[in-house]
């Protein structure tokens, strides 16, 4: 009741307040940064090994275990680990605690690995360390294949000619929405296939 009557006894008050919120409002508004995908930082941190032809089970047993138990005592931060072992591939998802230094957790993921490396299985090479991000997730991939080009060709088709084509239609769809920013695309190949991803940033 006090607040009613205070509204009833001030009504000039109470309007310049409402009317000081609503310009307030309107001008975060038209401050505020629009970004088809904005930057969020994500703490995880993908460890991925490889060594041809080792078994799912050797893979957990000789490698990932290895750097998991060097992992605890020399990286920083970390929730959690989830391992995931493949037929020559092994996949470390490490889960950092909200607010940790994603940049120094890589530099001592690598470091720990080079650590374990001389106990792992002859001629392994050092892992691929990938920090995570929301605007890492391609949005578009196309995959090239064709029974008569060999792969250069097939890559040179994709770098000269469709991907230009792509980045600049890309760039006429950020155009129209004023405030977004575009990533240029990067582009990858992997066996007979060319595959290309394209990021809006």
Not at 143 to 158: C, I, Q, R, V
Request: glycine share 6%; charged share 15%.
């Amino acid at each position: 009741m006090s607040l009613v009557r205070f509204m009833l006894k001030h009504p000039y008050t109470v309007a310049a307040m409402l009317i000081l919120v609503c310009l307030l409002g309107i001008g975060a508004a038209l401050r505020m940064p629009i970004d088809i995908f904005p930057e969020i930082n994500i703490p995880v941190v993908s460890v991925v090994w490889t060594y041809n032809g080792m078994s799912a089970s050797d893979i957990q047993n000789r490698i990932l275990s290895l750097h998991e138990r060097q992992m605890a005592s020399l990286v920083d931060d970390i929730a959690r680990i989830e391992a995931t072992s493949y037929v020559g591939v092994g996949v470390e998802k490490v889960y950092l605690h909200e607010g940790a230094d994603v940049s120094r957790a890589v530099s001592q993921l690598a470091s720990s690995a080079l650590v374990v490396l001389k106990y792992m299985p002859p001629n392994i090479t050092p892992p691929l360390v990938i920090r995570y991000g929301a605007t890492d997730v391609p949005i578009i991939q196309l995959s090239l294949s064709s029974k008569t080009l060999p792969d250069t060709k097939l890559n040179d088709l994709g770098q000269n000619t469709i991907r230009p084509d792509l980045a600049v239609g890309l760039r006429h769809l950020c155009a129209v929405h004023h405030g977004q920013r575009c990533r240029s695309p990067t582009a990858a190949s992997h066996g007979s296939s060319w595959q290309t991803w394209m990021r809006m940033h």
